[in-house]
């Protein structure tokens, strides 16, 4: 059976349900409720999405919907547009798994990262662009399209099938989700994406769009860029950070975020000890880097987990050991394994700032 194109019925023929909107809500036609996941630490990407699909199945549905929240949200934009857009999430450990309730994974796929759901839990509809391949056997529904930028423009797609009013909240948060997860690269994205903006943007309240794009950045936040900086080394075209105490998982993203802008580099990955785990940050400054594929492989090598996008990805990497030289030898391998995966000759980092430096600012 495709499940990309119309189903085909008993005789050949396409029967009506061709639009995916529609078969994603036949088959929660007898359903108790929906329970929406996703991946660990939702990002913007993830909320708007549920929140959209939330809406889609309760207006068209009249159904019970749940989200929920799989780890802690750190990241300042994100706890931001969780609090202005009153996004109520249940903390997936608090979840009691009904029979009769379909359970709807966006923006992931089972069994490529974290995922803490209790293993007989079936999966109705797996919505997701990532192109890290999950195991998808058995799940009734599937929409994975790895050429869109973001899963809010999908959530948008189906909206708009549905001919349903987007209301300001709903259209606020599937439009930051679709720009923050472009990181600024809108011409690179699907044109799908692109429409989905353009349609959000006159419905989407732009001053709570400021306020999470400006968001107050908490101290740990410099902390970690000091750390970072201090312990940032350039190989040719790849720079790397290293942060030796993580206060919370997300900040190696935000420091990588600003690495990356480094004007003589192509990649720049952040790593942070974060209680037994090395927490990964990969970016890419070139369009179809491969950035996910790249640290997914490094990553599984080393026992860890890792996914993400052509630009942008994440992941981590099991520390057998909390001494300095048990993080010390996994840190060295990683890096090694790392440039060549990058095809970078294995050579001596240069500091990008001077210890020397370093210890004149600090008298
Ligand atoms: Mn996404």
């Not at 706890?79 to 009691?96: F, K, N, Q, S, W």
């Not at 056997?137 to 189906?158: K, M, W």
């Not at 860890?304 to 391998?333: F, K």
């Amino acid at each position: 059976m495709s499940r990309t194109n119309g189903d085909q019925g008993a005789n050949g023929r396409a029967t009506a349900l061709t639009r995916r909107s529609d078969r994603f809500l036949a088959g929660l036609a007898d359903c108790r409720g929906v329970t929406f996941i996703s991946h660990v630490h939702p990002d913007p990407d993830s909320l708007g999405s549920m929140l959209g699909l939330a809406y889609l199945v309760e207006s068209c549905l009249s159904k019970r919907t749940r989200m929920t929240r799989d780890g802690a949200i750190c990241r300042a934009e994100n706890r931001m547009m969780v609090e202005t857009m009153a996004i109520e999430l249940t903390p997936i450990e608090d979840v009691v798994w009904r029979p009769g309730e379909a359970v709807v994974m966006v923006d992931s796929q089972p069994r490529t990262g974290r995922h803490n759901i209790p293993d007989d839990v079936q999966i109705y509809a797996v919505i997701d662009h990532h192109q890290t391949p999950g195991d998808l056997g058995g799940v009734p529904f599937l929409d994975i399209r790895q050429t869109i930028g973001a899963t809010c423009s999908l959530a948008t797609r189906y909206l708009l099938e549905q001919e349903l009013e987007i209301p300001e909240r709903i259209a606020t948060c599937l439009y930051y989700g679709i720009e923050s997860e472009l990181s600024g690269y809108p011409r690179e994205a699907n044109h799908l994406d692109d429409s989905a903006l353009d349609f959000l943007y006159p419905i989407a309240n732009r001053d709570a769009i400021a306020q999470i794009r400006n968001a107050p950045l908490p101290e740990t936040f410099y902390e970690t860029l000091l750390q970072a900086l201090q312990a940032s080394f350039v190989y040719d075209e790849l720079l790397i950070s290293w942060v030796h105490d993580l206060q919370n998982p997300e900040l190696c993203s935000q420091a990588v975020d600003f690495l990356i802008r480094h004007e003589g580099i192509r990649w720049a990955l952040c790593a942070g000890v974060h209680e037994d785990q090395l927490i990964l940050s990969l970016r890419s400054n070139q369009p179809r880097a491969c950035a996910g594929e790249i640290l997914r492989q490094v990553a599984a090598r080393m026992g860890g987990r890792a996914g993400g996008h052509d630009r942008r990805a994440g992941g981590y990497i099991p520390l057998p050991s909390a001494s300095d030289s048990g993080i010390d030898l996994v840190q060295s391998e990683f890096r090694r394994r790392l440039l060549k995966a990058l095809g970078i000759e294995e050579q001596r980092g240069r500091r990008l700032v001077p210890v020397r430096e370093m210890l004149q600012n600090i008298q």
